[in-house]
């Protein structure tokens, strides 16, 4: 199976928040960026892995700045790092301002997809090979992630969790 970068991912989707998005207050509601980061996510998975895919988590999301009526949001989104059947997938999501056009990142989050054939059972992905120190750095991480998550659900020993050794020594 061939290594692919975080390029070959790269998932861009550029969108308007219109009035039956948004909250009393004229922000976009959270659950509808979710459900956009969803789909941009899966898009960056999917291009990775050539399978179908199901989100298996969202492991983080930071809603750091609200998102007006009549903004445009774009959602970037790239694979990671790649596991054996599973995918992280890195999304920045940035507003435009109107005037300017300046671009402010608003929010980012990091989901989890597992590709699978078609009777939904598991299969292996392309390995990653990060380039940017971004992306190297992001890759780094990611495994941190994973054994933290994993050992939050029980599914491996703290002691096991090689790359959190130290955090805690």
């Not at 290594?3 to 509601?29: C, G, H, R, W």
């Not at 096991?160 to 805690?168: C, D, I, R, S």
Request: proline letters at 5%; glycine letters at 4%; a neutral charge.
């Amino acid at each position: 199976m061939q290594a692919k970068t975080p390029e070959q991912s790269k998932t861009i989707m550029t969108d308007l928040v219109l009035p039956s998005e948004t909250n009393p207050i004229n922000n976009l509601f959270g659950g509808e960026l979710l459900a956009r980061m969803d789909r941009a996510a899966s898009i960056a998975a999917r291009r990775h892995s050539r399978r179908i895919v199901v989100t298996a988590s969202v492991n983080h999301v930071a809603f750091n700045r609200s998102v007006p009526l009549g903004s445009v949001v774009t959602i970037e989104a790239k694979v990671s790092r790649s596991f054996k059947s599973s995918m992280e997938v890195f999304m920045d999501v940035w507003i435009e301002d109107r005037e300017s056009g300046l671009r402010t990142k608003a929010n980012e989050a990091i989901y989890t997809f597992v590709a699978v054939d078609e009777t939904g059972r598991p299969v292996e992905v392309p390995e990653l090979v990060p380039e940017t120190d971004l992306e190297k750095a992001r890759f780094e991480a990611a495994l941190r992630r994973k054994q933290l998550s994993l050992v939050l659900a029980g599914k491996m020993k703290p002691n096991e969790a090689t790359e959190l050794k130290a955090l805690f020594e």
